[in-house]
Each structure stands twice: as C-alpha cells, then as structure tokens.
C-alpha cells in the first residue's frame, strides 16, 4: 500500500479495474509496476492518456450495458465514480434471466436422466 489514507470509492475503483479485464478480456493498462505513482513510472502523462482513451471507449455504450459500469466505476475523480450501493444497482446487474431448467429449485434433487 502506499501509506496514504482512502476510502471505499478505491475499493470500487479496484473492483472496476478487475470487472474490465474480466468482461473485456484486457487490462486497463499494461504495465507490470503502479502506473499512478511518478516514482515507478516515468511515463505516467502516457499512462493517463491510455487510461482515458479506454475511458472514451467505454463512454457512450447504452446504460444496460456492462461497460456502463465499468466506466463508472473506473472514474478517476472519487466524486463522479459510483459508490457501492449505485453499483449493485446498475440496470446491467438487474436483467431478469430464465431459468433453463424451472423444475430445479433450491433445495430439490436433481431428477435422474
């Protein structure tokens, strides 16, 4: 950690940074070291400049879309990024989806084949 007090928005943050590279297939970024911190990233003008292009990429995308949260969740300034309670709401964690076997419920054994 880099001894600096933060509060839950990085947390979100974190999380959005893993959901992009699980739903996306890519990293953020591509870089091995922290490509926020000047001492370990003497590029880190460029680093910004990829961080928002990808942010550009994933603005724009209809709000029932999964890249909708992602952006919202990766936003730089913790003011404009959504807290906990607004992410668990996003319209893409509120699909409704059919269960492909409705005679398998919790609690029921599966019937023999």
Do not use: C
């Amino acid at each position: 950690m880099e001894s600096k007090p933060y509060a839950a928005a990085v947390d979100i943050w974190a999380a959005g940074v893993v959901a992009h590279e699980v739903f996306l297939g890519f990293h953020a970024w591509e870089m091995s070291v922290n490509p926020w911190r000047s001492d370990k990233n003497p590029r880190i003008k460029e680093t910004l400049n990829v961080y928002n292009s990808r942010l550009e990429d994933l603005n724009g995308k209809p709000e029932e879309r999964i890249e909708n949260l992602i952006l919202n969740m990766l936003w730089w300034d913790p003011e404009q990024r959504f807290n906990a309670e607004e992410a668990l709401k996003h319209t893409s964690l509120q699909t409704q989806h059919q269960d492909p076997r409705p005679d398998i419920q919790p609690g029921n054994k599966r019937p023999r084949e």
